[in-house]
């Protein structure tokens, strides 16, 4: 579970300081590193399950308590890759940040992969449906701050209590046995809708021109986020 990542401290000049001409340049930077980080997590998630141990092991992650640990693994890689990109100016660094926090995602996703893939009846149209509509959403919330010019930044506070509440909701599923069902996967895309916007909001109004690495890393975790709970909704229909 991701909380929205935090912006960089305020001692270099932001982008919307920044002539038009940068500002582009910047946008295009970091848009580029967001696809870059999907190819890279699809090949990532192809070569995972091309192993059958570490299926055999992602899968074994999912039962009972073992589903918390891969969960702490998770948010441990998480908060490594967030600090590492944002407090090092090295940008060797910054895309071994990147693509440690991409290889995490693939690996979490192995069960639900695997699972839509060989346990569901249309598994490949599945998959590809649901990238389609994570998509089309990421880009009309991407669209909305740039076209509105709005500071989203006011929704970090609701955010952090909404990972925080899920959070807790998911650890006492684990814990009490129950299923979380279809309008939990619901609320965690209204959620993750948010924390698109407030990541787009702060691409515009927050990062400077170097931090477009750490700018895309917000931008992919809250889109995998989406895509996760997108995924699920189209799982409970199958």
Known sequence: MEQPFEAPAQNKLLISALAQED?????????SHVALGVLVFIAFEYLLLQS???????????????WLIMLGGFMFVTNYAEKMTLKTPDKTKQYLAYGVYILAQAFI??????????????????LQQAAIVTLALFTGLSAVVFVTKKDFSFLKAGLTIGFFIALGLIVAGI????????????????????SILYQT????NTYSEDDYIPAALG???SLMLLFWYVLQIFMSRD
């Open 109 to 126: 996703f192995i069960p639900m992969i695997y699972i839509a893939m060989f346990y569901m009846d249309s598994g490949p149209e599945l």
């Open 219 to 221: 931008l992919f975790a």
């Open 201 to 204: 909001s702060n691409l515009v």
């Open 23 to 31: 500002r582009v340049a910047f946008y295009k930077k970091t848009y």
């Open 52 to 66: 059958d141990a570490i299926v055999e092991f992602a899968l074994s992650m999912t039962q009972g308590y073992k």
């Open 175 to 194: 814990v009490f046995g129950f299923n979380l069902g279809l309008w939990f996967s619901v609320a965690m895309c209204l959620l993750a809708g948010g």
